[in-house]
């Protein structure tokens, strides 16, 4: 298996604008998480999925911030419109069971200018 | 004007020696405890878990220990290799409101010197 897969590695975008990470989670799992990590507060979930099924959302900053699970391998976290203060590197992780080692993806690093 | 980061506490160590990273849980009633690995660019590698029937288990060249009456958990690195050198986070399985989830630590920075 080629592990959390997560697009693109690096985006860079103006304030304003609509981004979307995408993330692959692996065959089988059928949990997903969203996390979030800044040097200011660390590795924060964001939101997290149970068969598809957005679970605990309580983790999302604000309305600009969105995400979708349309099927069990395909996961999108959108942020509309974008602001420099939503600079940070986000991270899909997949488990098949809560209560196990989550797998992360490599991150997608966001910059906002 | 800059802003303040995290501070991440560092433990520096020399080749060979062991390393044991310490880390404080917040929640009495999380039940499942894991370390991860985080090498720059990367995202979190799992190391080793720990459930709270246990107090100790061991993997390669790492051991975990968990003290629930203080609510400390702690990684020991035998050997430690320059490779070892990355940011350790500790995870604690939190149950609230019904929901579960993995709450991370603010980590500890592991520099090991040849």
């Known amino acids: ?113 | 004007g800059e802003s303040v980061g995290l501070h991440l506490p560092t433990l520096s160590v020399q080749e060979g020696d062991n390393s044991i990273i310490n880390c404080a849980y917040s929640n009495s009633a999380s039940d499942y405890f894991i370390w991860y690995k985080q090498e720059s660019g990367k995202g979190p590698q799992f190391i080793i878990d720990i459930r709270s029937n246990m107090d100790k288990r061991q993997g390669q060249r790492v051991t975990v220990l968990l003290n629930k009456t203080v609510k400390h958990l702690s990684l020991q690195i035998a050997a430690t290799q320059p490779g070892d050198s990355a940011v350790y986070f500790c995870a604690e399985n939190e149950v609230n409101t019904g929901f579960q989830k993995l709450v991370f630590g603010t980590g500890t920075r592991l520099l090991v010197s040849p």
């Not at chain 1, 957005?54 to 911030?65: A, K, Q, W």
């Not at chain 1, 099927?71 to 942020?79: D, G, Q, R, V």
């Not at chain 1, 974008?82 to 992360?104: H, K, M, N, Q, W």
Request: proline residues 6%; negative net charge; charged residues 20%.
């Open chain 1, 1 to 113: 298996d080629a592990g959390v897969i997560q697009s693109p590695r690096h985006e860079v975008t103006e304030m304003g604008q609509e981004v979307t990470l995408r993330c692959k989670p692996i065959s089988g799992h059928d949990y997903l998480f969203w996390y979030r990590q800044t040097m200011m507060r660390g590795l924060e979930l964001l939101i997290y999925f149970n068969n598809n099924v957005p679970i605990d959302d309580s983790g999302m900053p604000e309305d600009r911030f969105s995400a979708k699970m349309p099927n069990a391998s395909f996961s999108t976290l959108k942020i509309q419109p974008s602001e420099p203060r939503d600079s940070a590197v986000y991270f899909c992780a997949s488990t098949l069971i809560l209560t196990y080692g989550y797998t992360f993806g490599s991150g997608t690093r966001l910059t906002v200018v």
